[in-house]
Each structure stands twice: as C-alpha cells, then as structure tokens.
C-alpha cells in the first residue's frame, strides 16, 4: 500500500532531520522506555519509531529483529498523519491493516498502539509503540501510561532541539565574532561603531582591558551577567570585578573554562574567549564571556539520567559496570575482600499476572528502598534487571556476607499493603566472594554470583549459595 502524507509533511521532515537522531547507535534514555512498556502493558514488542521519506526507522527496540521498515507498511505512518493516538484491538478486522504483510504473516502484529512524539513546534516524528501478537485492549491507565512514557521521550527531544539551536546561536556568534577579531587589528578606529553595536547586542558579555588589567569597555550583557554597571565598571581592574585571581595575558585559542564572581558573590561557571591586539601601539585584551550554568545543569542531569533507574532510582547496570572494577581495584589494593550478592525475587511474576504491573512496580520500589535501609552506607545496591538486583559490599571479612544475606531475606519477605491488598515475595541470593589474588573479570565475578543464585532457586527458593571459589592465579 502507498502511505498518505500529511499536511506539513516538509516541515516534519526538516525537523526530523535537523534533530539528527536518525541511523544513529541506541542510547539508554530510549532505550529504558521501550524496555518499560513492555513490562508495563506485558507485551513483546515496543518502539520508538521515526518517520523518514520513505521508511519507518526505529531508535529503540524490544522484540524487534529490524531496525526499520518501508514506511507504507508502517501502522506508525498513519499516528504522524492522523496526529493523535493510534489503538489497534485487532488489525485484522482493521481494514487499514488486514493486507500489511506483518499482520498476515504467522504470528504478527494483531494489537498495535502508538502515542505521537512532537516536535517543540508540534510536528509529529514518530511515535512510541506497542505491539502483541494477540488481538487486545488498552485500558486508560495503560493508555495513560503510555502517554507519560512518551512524554519522556518527547521531553529528550525538545531538551536536544533547544542544545541544537543553542550550538547554533553559539556558532553563528562565534563566526561573527571571529571574523571582526581577524579585521580588528587593521581597521579598528574605522570600524568601532560596528563593532560596538555587535557587542553591545551580543548575547555574551564583552569586555576590554588595557595591560594592567584595567576594564575599557564593558557592554549590556556583562551589565546582566555581573551586576556591575558600566560606568561602575570602567577604569576598575577585573580583579576586583569578577576574575580575583585576574586572568592569563596570552592569547588563547580555545575557549578556557573556570568561575567568575557576580557583584553579590555568587559565583558562576563560564567559558571565556581571550584575543589581544593593540590600539595605537597600547596593547589591549578582550574577553567574551558565556555563562555556561545551564549547559552544566544539563549535562549533570543526563548523566545522572543514564546511570539511575528510572523506576527505583537505584544505580542502573550501567552504574554497576562503573563501580564494580573500582571496587575491586580497591581490594587488589587493601586486600580487604569484596562480596557480590545477586538477588533475584521469587514469584514476582504471580505479583504481576494477579495484581498488575502497577502493583509489581510498587512492590518494585519498596523492595530497593528496604535494601538501602538494610546495608551500611558505603555499601551499593543497583537494580540488575527486572526483579534482579546487585549488592557490593567492600571491606567484609569472608564470614560476613552470609549473615547479611539472610537478613535481605527477612527484610524482602515482610508483606507490602498497598491499594487494598498484600503483596509478599521472597528472593534467592547468590553470593560470590572476590579477593586480591582472583583472576577474574568484574563480568566472571557477576557470572559466578549469578550462578550461585539459581543454584539457590533449584535448592527452593528463600535461599541463599555461596559461589565456587575463582582462581587465584593473578599477578601479585
């Protein structure tokens, strides 16, 4: 079949374009989402999808062997082109799909749902998708659910076009600027009205100093950024203004990062452009400084982002991979042993089929909140997978790990009320031991661990197995 385009079709797909998400590698902000509706709605398959020209492609995946489509047998296509959110019960009795090749083929798509994702000007790029191979409904506080997830995504969206349009305003100005500095040295005196009314528009605070450090000039949007008039700032040394330990008297080629001080003493993280030339034979500096507050904010926040679980809050498995050769670093050094215990919940599927993903996912939370209350401060705890978790605990004796672990299991055993009903689980702990002289990779020493607790599941469940030993060949 031939897919109908929208209205704004050009202007969709030069947003699409301009966000530069396409053929590019998975990224864990999208692809925790995609993991989470299939949890949520219990289904096997889910997307984020964009739509290209001609093709639907996928920047996440769960259940998925492809990593796009033609476009005219995208269900997606027609969320973009209707605008609003797209349930499918059963696409064979829809006559849009009932020919889509992947719907006739055994075992395809018979439930679709898909949620748009907007541009900040509203263009719809894509959309967040559900799938199952059985003909199903969407109840609204699934839909709901949906809705919310898909908001996340959009809000990564919006946050990436705003970091495009500011590399943008950054580049066009810096480009503007750089080419005044190549002029400036041979046509200052003719061109200083221009230049004035640049840097008195600029979005970056502009400065001039004489050798001694002196402020010569000082436009509006230092004014903003440092509190200090212009005719306060005139004639006053910057060390006295914002730089107390002044700043470097060479040119420097990029942009140096560092802090400056507000007139009330707040101080701010900027980066700072510095050229040198000379007036009448006088030299002279001038600086450009860009308040990069928001940017570090920023950048903070994805990083935290990427290595918290989004439903816990715990360290994710990305935090683990992190911490975990630091600590066994750590022990190579202090030869202080390390213990790991994976956990992994027995019958949290029976919480999930009786009382809902909801409920799971409430049991979920209060199950990592019991595990920080029970371990010691410097101890980790991360959420593996699912209802699997890892504890690390540094600078244990060899008899020490064995005891906590039957008091993780006392602790995930009390009953959780919640909505009305009583939700209990019991977990199985695999316990591995690492010391300074194992030969082992933190992957091998996860594996062993892993292994000791379905020993403990096949010995039944509630119970706890202490790894093999590794070897201990490593080089002292």
């Known amino acids: 079949m031939s897919h109908l385009l929208p209205p704004n079709e050009t202007a969709r797909l030069a947003a699409l374009n301009e966000l530069a998400l396409l053929d590019t590698p998975n990224e864990p902000v999208f692809d925790r989402i ?14 984020i999808s964009l739509i290209d020209t001609d093709r639907q492609w996928f920047k996440s995946q769960v259940g998925m062997a ?6 005219d047998v995208a269900f997606c296509a027609y969320t973009v082109l209707e605008d609003e959110p797209l349930v499918v019960e059963d696409a064979q009795q829809d006559a849009r799909f009932v020919t889509n090749p992947y719907v006739m083929t055994p075992g395809g798509i018979r439930f679709y749902a898909g949620i748009p994702l907007r541009s900040s000007q509203g263009l719809v790029l894509g959309s967040l998708c559900a799938m199952d191979s059985q003909p199903r409904s969407l109840s609204d506080q699934e839909k709901a659910a949906m809705q919310d997830l898909a908001d996340i995504v959009i809000g990564e969206i919006h946050l990436r076009e705003r970091l495009i349009n500011e590399q943008k305003i950054r580049a066009a100005t810096q480009q503007a600027l750089t080419a005044l500095h190549q002029s400036l ?16 528009s600029a979005y970056d605070a502009y400065l001039s100093v004489d050798e001694q450090g002196r402020v010569l000039d000082w436009n509006h949007a230092a004014e903003t950024m440092f509190g200090w008039r212009r005719k306060e700032a005139l004639t006053r040394p910057i060390t006295s203004l914002m730089f107390p330990d002044g700043i470097t008297s060479d040119d420097v080629a990029m942009p140096v990062t560092g802090e400056a001080l507000r007139r009330d003493g707040v101080r701010l993280p900027v980066e700072v452009r510095l050229k040198r030339f000379e007036v009448n034979g006088r030299p002279r500096r001038s600086l450009f400084i860009h308040d990069i507050t928001e940017r570090q904010q920023l950048e903070r926040l994805r990083d935290q ?5 989004v439903l816990t809050r715990l360290p994710n498995r990305r935090a683990l991979d992190e911490r975990l050769p630091e600590a066994m670093a750590r022990v190579r050094r202090t030869l202080a042993p390390l213990a790991v215990l994976f956990l992994d919940l027995d019958g949290f599927k029976r919480i999930n089929d009786q009382h809902g993903h909801a409920m799971g996912d409430e049991l979920l939370r209060d199950i990592a909140s019991r595990l920080q209350r029970t371990v010691r401060e410097t101890d980790f705890v991360a959420r593996w997978a699912g209802d699997e978790f890892v504890v690390l605990l540094e600078g244990v004796t060899s008899d020490a790990p064995e005891p906590l672990a039957h008091k993780l299991i006392e602790v995930i055993e009390e009953p959780l009320s919640a909505g009305g009903v009583t939700l209990q689980v019991s977990t199985s702990i695999g316990v591995a031991l690492f010391v300074h002289d194992a030969a082992e990779t933190p992957q091998e020493l996860l594996k062993r661990a ?8 096949r010995a039944g469940k509630a119970r706890i197995a202490l790894a093999r030993p590794a070897d201990t060949s490593a080089p002292h």
């Open 185 to 200: 040295e041979q046509r200052i005196e003719q061109r200083t009205r221009e230049l004035n009314l640049v840097i008195e």
């Open 66 to 71: 492809v990593s796009e489509t033609p476009r």
């Open 450 to 457: 892993d292994e000791a607790m379905y020993n403990a599941k």
């Open 34 to 47: 995609t993991r989470l509706v299939t949890v949520l709605l219990g289904v096997p398959k889910s997307t």
């Open 305 to 309: 982002q990427a290595r918290e679980d």
